[in-house]
């Protein structure tokens, strides 16, 4: 007897497209402006080589409060839009790597570890380092205290290590992701060639990252316990 198709109803095209909708936004969210921002962040953050005062006018000092306030639109409602995106996506989906040990199945694994370290580093970092110091002290953490905790207190420096790690790594193979879902590439050629992009973007987000770090140590040290 000839099969019969199942015609897909209303409801089930309707929520294909909104499942297909919500995808595409939550990938060029990844990119636009959280990828953006996070590289100008970075950029800001290695003014700490070149002492507490050029970190703090980088970093934390704002032309005006409106400034202040649409620096944090643009990049916490992204954000949290981005994070519901991808607890919805790791809710819904299972890697296959112990079926098919294939590369990109390592890469969306990774993928999907770091999207959990990255939530929980990225929650504790904006209310250490951002809402808490400016709701509860009244302003901007200052450059002494946090690179006093990132000398003296070892939990607070391998946090940060692993932390930069994996937003480093989440940051460039999401570019690889958002390319294959907007159809940028296709082929596995231009995946592969994708790599020669996603791979050196990782580690120079690594390398800014932790010369960050290294900076905020150096100068911790000089300070009493």
Known sequence: ???????????????????????????????????????????????????????????????????????????LLPLVLHMVWGIGRLLTSRPNNVSYNYYANLKYALQRITAVGVLLFLGAHIWLAM?????????????????????????????????????????????????????????KRAMRRLDWVTIPLFLILLAMSWAVIYAMYQAGGGQAV
């Open 1 to 75: 007897m000839p099969s019969i198709s199942h015609a897909e109803s209303p409801t089930e095209s309707s929520a294909r497209a909104a499942s297909f909708v919500r995808s595409r936004l939550g990938s060029f969210l990844a990119v636009f402006p959280l990828a953006i921002w996070t590289v100008i962040h970075l950029w800001n953050n290695l003014a700490a080589l070149s002492g507490p005062a050029a970190w703090e006018t980088a970093v934390t000092s704002y032309p005006h409060p409106v400034a202040q306030l649409v620096t944090a639109i643009v990049v």
């Open 131 to 187: 809402l808490r110091p400016r709701l509860v002290e009244g302003g901007p953490e200052p450059f002494a205290d946090i690179s006093h905790e990132m000398h003296f207190h070892l939990p607070t420096l391998i946090v940060y290590l692993v932390g930069t790690l994996g937003v480093a790594y989440h940051l460039a193979n999401g570019l690889s992701t958002f390319c294959m879902g907007w159809g940028v590439v296709s082929s």
